[in-house]
């Protein structure tokens, strides 16, 4: 993640708070934990909010959570009722370690240049025949917004990226709009990818 990015989440890391933590993506998390085994271990990379990981593990799942942003970490740590680990997605180095790797809007802030060594980091972190979810804003190419990093993605860059990082056996894509509140022009692809 570009280091304005970060600096962006830092800056205006109570208005995302309140702008995601409370969004109805319940439609996401079935296609994700449909294909879990009860009690898996799931990483979710880049929490924001925490509100995915606290639903996880309201559930019963084992979760890590993981976010770039110090103060997203403290906000989602209090959200989780358990620490979430700060650090960047480049500096994860877990070896079959989740069942499922959850990664809702957030590899989309990875640049063009680092995509292919994260998503080699995240098939070594799961365990064979895991589950990685991913999110992008639907599109082709790369983007600042205010101030954000963004690197849209479609089917045929999608299939791209997994075959050219390696390790996957299939995947699968879903459109959705976006569940947030004057947000549901936008358009995201969401992405189920089977480790070997």
Not at 3 to 13: G, Q
Not at 38 to 64: P, W
Not at 75 to 82: H, P, V, Y
Not at 154 to 168: C, N, R
């Amino acid at each position: 993640m570009e280091d304005k990015t970060l600096e962006y989440y830092e800056k205006y890391a109570e208005d995302f708070y309140r702008g995601t933590v409370y969004a109805d993506v319940t439609q996401l998390y079935q296609m994700f934990l449909d294909r879990l085994p009860l009690k898996a271990r799931i990483l979710d990379l880049g929490c924001g909010s925490g509100r995915d990981s606290k639903y996880f593990k309201e559930l019963g799942y084992e979760v890590t959570a993981i976010d770039g942003s110090p103060e997203l970490c403290r906000l989602a740590s209090l959200n989780i009722g358990q620490q979430v680990i700060c650090t960047r997605f480049t500096e994860i180095n877990y070896q079959n370690a989740f069942d499922g790797i959850w990664a809702c809007a957030s590899l989309l802030h990875v640049p063009a240049g680092e995509i292919n060594a994260v998503l080699e980091k995240i098939n070594k972190a799961l365990v064979p025949k895991g589950i990685l979810y991913a999110s992008f804003k639907y599109g082709n190419g790369e983007r600042t917004k205010d101030g954000r990093y963004f690197n849209d993605c479609t089917e045929e860059k999608a299939a791209a990226l997994l075959a050219d990082s390696g390790g996957w056996s299939s995947w699968s894509y879903y459109i959705t709009k976006d569940v947030r509140t004057g947000r549901g022009e936008e358009v995201w692809l969401n992405i189920i990818a089977v480790k070997e």
